[in-house]
T-cell receptor
Framework: AQTVTQSQPEMSVQEAETVTLSCTYDTSENNYYLFWYKQPPSRQMILVIR??????QNATENRFSVNFQKAAKSFSLKISDSQLGDTAMYFC?????????????FGQGTRLTINP | NAGVTQTPKFRVLKTGQSMTLLCAQD?????MYWYRQDPGMGLRLIHY???????AKGEVPDGYNVSRLKKQNFLLGLESAAPSQTSVYFC?????????????FGSGTRLTVV
């Protein structure tokens, strides 16, 4: 079974700083997807970024980028020029690339606070 | 464009009571899921469905039942609520094509069992 581990329960940085959230996973699969979801106080789950394992290039979305190290099974999220609106819970998640149910496996989450 | 709608948004139950959480999607998605979110544990899959009339167990199915009689609806039932079922419940759906097609999440239901 796949597992996802986020070793940082909480993080706090000043506005405009850069912050990196860690995620490691365990799988024997070769093809899969990795995701970062953001959950603000509204509780809504918002997709931040996704990475397909067969793509070597790291995914980027504006201020958000990932460092995907397939051999090390590591998938960290970097937030540049952090903003107050980035304050949220962040979840790393894994999905097998296969037919059938597209089940997400989530990490425990990291609570990120951006301070003014 | 409602997406995925969960009802109710909040509920307080007494131990032993039963209730049903309703999830409705208007995107004609094939796959639907129920997750629960607990502090320090992320989201865990309770049950899922890959089409109308089908259901399957996820990671934490005990104490829950589900039904998918109509493609657009996925019901989660608690027959005899326990305090351990206090949680935030999320429904999600996905198109179900070959490969990843993306999740749409509902806004969650906060359930407290006293």
């Amino acid at each position: 079974a796949q597992t996802v581990t986020q070793s940082q329960p909480e993080m706090s940085v000043q506005e405009a700083e850069t912050v990196t959230l860690s995620c490691t996973y365990d799988t024997s699969e070769n093809n899969y997807y990795l995701f970062w979801y953001k959950q603000p106080p509204s509780r809504q789950m918002i997709l931040v970024i996704r990475q397909e394992a067969y793509k070597q290039q790291n995914a980027t979305e504006n201020r958000f980028s990932v460092n995907f190290q397939k051999a090390a099974k590591s998938f960290s999220l970097k937030i540049s020029d952090s903003q107050l609106g980035d304050t949220a819970m962040y979840f790393c998640a894994f999905m097998k690339h296969a037919q059938g149910a597209q089940k997400l496996v989530f990490g425990q989450g990291t609570r990120l606070t951006i301070n003014p | 464009n409602a997406g995925v709608t969960q009802t109710p948004k909040f509920r307080v139950l007494k131990t032993g009571q039963s209730m049903t959480l309703l999830c409705a999607q208007d995107m004609n998605h094939e796959y639907m899921y129920w997750y629960r979110q607990d502090p320090g544990m992320g989201l865990r899959l309770i049950h899922y469905s890959v089409g109308e009339g089908t259901t399957a167990k996820g990671e934490v199915p005990d104490g829950y039942n589900v039904s998918r009689l109509k493609k657009q609806n996925f019901l989660l039932g608690l027959e005899s609520a326990a305090p351990s079922q206090t949680s935030v419940y999320f429904c999600a759906s996905s198109r179900g094509d070959r490969g990843y097609t993306g999740y749409t999440f509902g806004s969650g239901t906060r359930l407290t069992v006293v």
